[in-house]
């Protein structure tokens, strides 16, 4: 049966389950970043089902410019085009508009803006990113929204907040009727609210009481990691999660490290994404239990060791400190792989340990033992 069961509770942190037609998805969850339908580095699908990857999260506005939806959608959509046969989320495009700031322009209609691969005119409006994500057929597909930076005028993301909102009902609209066309790739697919509204925790209240009223099988939380602190973050998502349905999964997008993810679970979240990991192991940077490491340090010019003690990931089982800081140095591909598939491996890794400490009762001492050892930079210690 398909549909959102919390089993478990520790505190505002919960433990749950959303049925999908694609599979079940085991909440909190962190979702592998695989932009153009896969993730930088070259990992594989295979590599994603190995590494315990239960969502790719891929790009309506990257895939849209190329190769094309109608392309995708000839070849089966995403499941097909990319051999993925778990949940698939769709971000709607609207971070990537929020990115293209001097070179969009934005009317009640949609946004307008300027082909990065040719320089061509391109528009994408709610129904639009509704008709390009249901020809990727996603699992998830998420509600076309501005993503304003941090900080901004509030007078301004008032404004934005009450247009996202009628953008919102143009999605819903346009989903519905997706959904009911004949040769849909996925006529189950589910939409998800984004709420938005800056630091102004008055505008994040209101703008996500606003969108909980459309009863969507989902809600996003936008537009944070986009400028502000972490304290801001967390300062929002204390105001705004006590108002998100309370049935619902609650996602937070594009955030962020190991430590953000814990405090978001603590506050309540339930999904989140973020391409730190992919970014940090392209530079050497890699996470384990004890914090950070740069495996481009001295220090591990000769060490014998893995990457983790105890880590089960294509890499620590196979290579050497030494040897990937070699392919690093080196500039071969393969040391930036290794480091991915490791990052990856521990990003699930943490999210599972995390249900399990919900499970359990422990997760206010796995909160208070991580919170902040795993960010720390062992190599400044």
């Not at 295979?46 to 000839?74: F, W």
């Not at 490290?257 to 989140?272: A, Q, S």
Request: net charge neutral.
């Amino acid at each position: 049966m398909l549909g959102f069961t919390i089993s478990d509770r520790a505190g505002a942190a919960r433990r749950a389950r959303l049925d999908t037609v694609h599979g079940s998805i085991e909440t909190p969850v962190f979702m592998n970043v695989a932009t153009a339908a896969a993730i930088r580095g070259g990992a594989s699908t295979d590599d994603l089902r190995a590494i315990g990857c239960q969502v790719a999260l891929c790009n309506t506005y990257h895939l849209n410019m190329r190769p094309g939806s109608e392309l995708i959608k000839k070849l089966g959509g995403l499941k097909g085009f990319m051999n993925w046969d778990r949940p698939i989320l769709t971000d709607s495009g609207g971070f990537q508009v929020f990115s293209l700031a001097k070179r969009r322009k934005i009317k009640e209609e949609g946004v307008s803006f300027t082909s990065y691969l040719d320089g061509s005119h391109i528009f994408m409006g709610p129904e639009e990113s509704m008709r390009v994500q249901s020809d990727l057929g996603s699992t998830i597909a998420m509600a076309f929204d501005e993503c304003v930076a941090n900080p901004s005028e509030h007078s301004y993301v008032e404004r934005s907040i009450e247009r996202t909102t009628r953008w919102l009902e143009r999605c819903i609209a346009e989903h519905e009727r997706l959904n009911l066309k004949p040769g849909a790739i996925n006529p189950d697919q589910l939409l998800f609210g984004i709420g938005q509204g800056g630091v102004y925790e008055d505008l994040r209240v209101r703008h996500m009481k606003q969108i909980a009223a459309f009863d969507l099988p989902g809600y996003a939380i936008g537009g944070l990691s986009v400028g502000e602190s972490a304290e801001d973050m967390y300062r929002v998502l204390d105001a705004v999660c006590p108002v998100m349905p309370e049935d619902k999964p609650r996602y937070l997008m594009g955030v962020g490290t190991p430590c953000n993810i814990i405090e978001g679970v603590y506050r309540g979240v339930d999904f989140f994404d973020c391409v730190f990991p992919l970014k940090a192991a392209q530079h050497g940077n890699v996470y384990t239990w004890e914090g950070k490491r740069r495996l481009l340090a001295e220090r591990y010019r000769e060490d014998p060791g893995p990457i983790s003690e105890g880590c089960g990931c294509p890499a620590c089982r196979s290579y050497s400190r030494a040897y990937i800081r070699h392919l690093l140095k080196a500039d071969e591909r393969l040391g930036m792989r290794l480091c991915i598939l490791h990052n990856l491996w521990f990003y699930n890794e943490l999210m599972s340990r995390i249900r399990t400490a919900i499970e359990e009762g422990s997760f206010a001492s796995f909160y208070e033992e991580y919170r902040s050892l795993l960010d720390r930079n062992i190599d400044r210690d």
